[in-house]
């Protein structure tokens, strides 16, 4: 009796009462491209097969995710001990390395290709962090929009970049307000005394400034007690710095 069943062949024979049964692989017959009359009907054929191959590709993305599972998640220490050693027997022999399991996984399934194991682990890592199971990986992953989407609205803790976004830019407004509240606080405490008057003429770096004029300057301390002016910088943004450095040194007893 021969008959052919998932591209093995089984036969069954008997010699003196002893039933004898081979077990050999047949190939698959192989697929044939049939070649497109037309350019355009060429086209088309690619956009075929490129299907096919993205969901290929999501279902060998779905089987790193599930080892991820099943290997890691809620495992004793016994347990992930026993699983790292198959999975480092495996790295060793196709000769890849990884500094994760994530890695390890990811290029046993894609290649020593660090770039695309970086994608393929940040996508495990979101998919975590949202509680996919691993039965419904390929759809969530489809739902997200692929790969490339998901790498760049989420980040790896699972919280989209913009709402990350979003609270940097928070906390830049409110930094920003802080400063301002203690460059008003110093501009105030310098501008209603004066530690020295330098009378009109006498340094023509600061009559440039005009009328109100405001800027920094470096003075220098010579030996025999009197001060140098070394450089009169118009910068606004540095006089606002000496501003808000000078009221944080304020008491708070002064707000």
């Known amino acids: 009796m ?3 069943i998932n591209h093995f062949t089984h036969v069954e024979s ?12 047949s190939a698959p017959a192989a697929v044939a ?25 999501y279902h060998l993305i779905a089987s790193v995710y599930l080892a991820c599972h099943l290997g890691y998640k809620d ?6 001990d026993e699983n790292n050693k198959l999975l480092s027997d495996r790295c060793e022999y196709l000769k890849i390395d990884g ?8 290029k046993i399934a894609f290649g020593d290709d660090s770039k695309r194991v970086s994608s393929i682990v940040h996508v495990i890592k979101v998919a975590e962090k949202h509680s996919v199971e691993p039965d419904d990986f390929v759809e969530w992953l489809k739902k ?15 919280g989209t970049k913009a709402d990350a976004l979003s609270k940097v830019s928070d906390a830049a407004k409110g930094q920003a307000q802080n400063d301002q509240y203690y460059i008003d606080k110093g501009k105030a405490d ?33 030996a025999d007690g009197s001060f140098e002016v070394k450089v009169v910088l118009n910068d606004k943004n540095l006089l606002e710095q000496l501003y808000c450095a000078h009221g944080r040194m304020l008491p708070a007893a002064n707000n």
């Open 190 to 222: 310098l501008t209603s005394s004066a530690k020295a008057t330098i009378p009109v003429g006498q340094l023509s770096l600061i009559d440039s400034l005009g009328n109100e004029g405001e800027c920094t300057a470096i003075l220098r301390q010579r």
């Open 14 to 25: 008997q010699d003196n009462n002893v039933i004898h049964l081979v077990f050999t692989a």
């Open 75 to 80: 495992k004793s220490i016994a347990e992930i």
């Open 2 to 4: 021969q008959q052919n």
């Open 144 to 158: 997200e929009g692929g790969v490339q989407k998901i790498r760049t609205t989420y980040n790896v803790d699972g």
């Open 33 to 57: 491209i049939k070649s497109p009359p037309s350019f355009g009907e060429s086209l088309n054929q690619i956009d075929a097969f490129k299907g096919k191959f993205r969901e290929a590709r």
């Open 99 to 106: 500094r994760t399991y994530y890695q390890k996984l990811g």
